[in-house]
């Protein structure tokens, strides 16, 4: 029998696959008065940082914070496990929902963190930004997302009064 040893191989790697899986690159959203939105591909980076971090298959609850790098900041989400009781949740947890039509993760509430890292929300403008699976000094393995990066679009008639309508 023939042994095949060194030389190069050359084979498809899952670990290399190229997101997005579902059209879009991964990214999110932030609009007032606190809600982070974001797209299938980024749900899809969200549970690989669960199953790396908490090796749980499903996403229910994260940490969010802002991180200044070499002076970029930068908005972090990094799953956390669900607390006992949701009343008492840790500070800076969040639940996560996900949408029912694009199964893209949803994070509300957020208003406090941006109160605190003085940031005011415009309401008729939405806060773009592509995300990245990082690994943060506090909180491991996250997605992050550029805030000092943002592009801004404005919100349509209907998003605008629906913020306002939560607020």
């Known amino acids: 029998m023939r042994k095949l040893t060194g ?8 670990a290399r696959l190229q997101l997005p899986l579902y059209g879009d690159s991964p ?9 982070l939105q974001g797209n299938v591909a ?11 971090k908490l090796g749980q298959p499903e996403l229910t609850w994260v940490k969010v914070l802002f991180r200044e790098v070499a002076g ?11 607390p006992a009781d949701p009343t008492m949740r840790e500070p800076d947890t969040y639940q996560v929902k996900f949408s ?7 994070i509300r509430g957020l208003k ?32 992050c997302a550029s805030w000092t ?11 605008t009064e629906a913020a306002a309508g939560k607020q």
Not at 7 to 14: E, F, L, M, N, R
Not at 116 to 129: N, S
Not at 149 to 159: I, V
């Open 42 to 52: 980024t749900g899809v980076q969200f549970l690989q940082c669960v199953k790396q």
């Open 100 to 106: 029912t039509e694009a199964k893209a993760p949803i």
């Open 112 to 143: 406090p963190l941006f109160e605190a890292a003085r940031v005011e929300l415009r309401e008729d403008t939405w806060y773009d930004m592509p995300t990245e699976i990082a690994e943060d000094e506090t909180l491991g393995v996250c997605i």
């Open 27 to 35: 990214k999110i959203r932030v609009g007032s008065p606190g809600t």
């Open 72 to 82: 970029e900041v930068f908005l972090v989400a990094s799953p956390v496990k669900p």
């Open 149 to 159: 990066k943002a592009t801004l679009k404005p919100r349509t008639d209907g998003e």
């Open 7 to 14: 030389g190069k191989t050359i084979s498809v790697d899952p």
